[in-house]
C-alpha cells in the first residue's frame, strides 16, 4: 500500500477548530445522538493524522462525520469526533482517464455542480445529494440502475488514515496489498481508516430524459422484468394502503434539454412533494385512522410528467420532511414475491403508514461489503415520518425481507448482526480480516461496528 508524498496538502501544525465538546451530535433524522469529549475540525491531511494519532494514544475512539444522513449509528462516539467539513473541493481532474480526485468531506450536491461546470457527471448517484463524498460511499449509497451500480462502484482510488496514523493510498490497480484494500474500503463503514480523498471514474456530462407516471402495483409486479430491462433506470415508489405506484424511467437522451419548467417544478417538488406532504403526514401522526384515505386521495393525485436534464437534476430532489427509514438488498429475482408479501402484511394488519415504499435496483458488484456484492440487487426502503412508532412496521418488514436473504444498508435502521452478515455476505471474513490488521485495537470502533462486525 503505497503512501503519497507529505506536505502537498498544508503545513503540519495544531489541529484546526479542536474544541471540547458539550454538546450532543445529533443526526438528520434525530434518532441518534452521541456526546463525543472532543470534536477535531483538520484543514488539512496531516491535522487529521495528528488527531487520529493523538487519540490512540490517549485510548479514546475517533469518528468521522459527514452530514449526519445515517439512521444508524454508524458514526457516533463518545471518543473525537472529526467533522471533514474544511477537507472539501476537487484536488484534480484527469480528463485522459476520465477521473476526478476530491476530498473526502466535500458535499455530492458541490461536487456535482463543480463537475457540471467542467462539462463532466458521475454516471449514477442516488436521489438525495446532501451527504458527503466519504459518508455517501463509505455507507453504500446507491441509486437504481439496470447497468451502472452504486456511488461506492464508481471509485477508482481511495486515500484514507488508518488507525497508526499511516496515510495510505489504493487502487485497483495497485500491488496485492492494495488491491485487498481497495476491495473493502471503498464501503468500509469507517472501520479501516479515515478516507481523506477519493478518486471516481466521470465521464463527458450527458442528458438524461426522465418519465414519471403512475401505474397500478399489480402491473408494476407483472411486468417488473420487463421495465427493468427496457429502461436505464428504473424505480417506483408503492403507497401502502393502496393499489398504486408511482414509476420513473430515466434514459440517456440526444437532447434537447427541456428541464422541469420552474413554476409546476416548485409547485410539484417543493409545494406537492414536500409542503403538502408535511401536512398530510403531521394530520397522519396525530390521526392515524386518517391514513388509509388520504393514501387513497394522494395516489389518486399523481399526474404523468417528462422532462430532460443534465444527470443530477433528474436523478435527485429535494428531501425536506425527515423521517426514519430501513432498506434492504434483496436478490433481485426475489423483488417480486417480497413486495407481494410486504403488500399482504400491510393489508393484514392494523398498521397505518404513510410513505410510500421505495424500489430500486443495482446490478452485481465486486464491493465486499456492498449490499449488491457478488448478485444482482433490488431494494425496498420502508419509512415513516418522524415522530411516529414504526418498530412494529420495520420489525414486520424486516422478517420478510430477512427471509430473502436481504442485506440492509449500512446506514439505514436494521436489527442484524456479525453472525447473519457472515451467512449472507460470501467475502465478509475477507473484510474482517483486514479490519483486524489495520485497526487491532479498535480506534475507529463504536457499538454499531461491534454488532455488525463483531469483536
Known sequence: MSRPPRGTR????????????????????????????????????????????????????VKAVGSGHSFTAAAATDGVLIRPQLLTGIRSIDRVNGTVTVEAGTPLKRLNMALAREGLSLTNMGDIMEQTVSGATSTGTH?????????????????????????????EKGTEDERALFAAARIGLGALGIVTAITFAVEPIFLLSAREEPMPLDRVLTDFEELHAENEHFEFYWFPHTD?????????SAGPEAPVPKVSGFVEDEVLSNGLFQVVNSIGRAVPATI?????????????????????KVFTSPRRVRFVEMEYAVPRAALVDTLRELKSMVDRSRLRI??????????ADDIALSTASDRDTAYVAVHMYKGTPYHRYFTAAEQILTAHEGRPHWGKMHTRDAEYFARVYPRFAEFTALRDRLDPDRVFGNAYLRRVLGD
Open 244 to 252: 398504486s405506484c408511482n414509476t420513473k424511467r430515466n434514459n440517456r
Open 10 to 61: 498544508g503545513a503540519p501544525g495544531t489541529q484546526t477548530g479542536t474544541r471540547r465538546s458539550s454538546e450532543a451530535w445529533r443526526n438528520w433524522a434525530g434518532n441518534v445522538t452521541a456526546r463525543p469529549v472532543r470534536e477535531v475540525t483538520p484543514a488539512s491531511v496531516e491535522e487529521l493524522t495528528a488527531a487520529v494519532r493523538s487519540a490512540a494514544e490517549e485510548g479514546l475512539k
Open 143 to 171: 441509486g437504481t440502475g439496470r447497468d451502472s451500480a452504486s456511488i461506492a462502484a464508481q471509485i477508482k482510488g481511495l486515500e484514507l488514515v488508518t488507525a497508526s496514523g499511516e496515510l495510505l493510498t489504493c487502487s
Open 354 to 363: 404513510s410513505f410510500p415504499v421505495e424500489v430500486r435496483t443495482a446490478p
Open 292 to 312: 388509509p384515505a388520504i393514501a387513497k386521495v394522494s395516489s389518486r393525485a399523481l399526474s404523468s410528467r417528462t422532462y430532460t436534464d443534465i444527470p443530477y
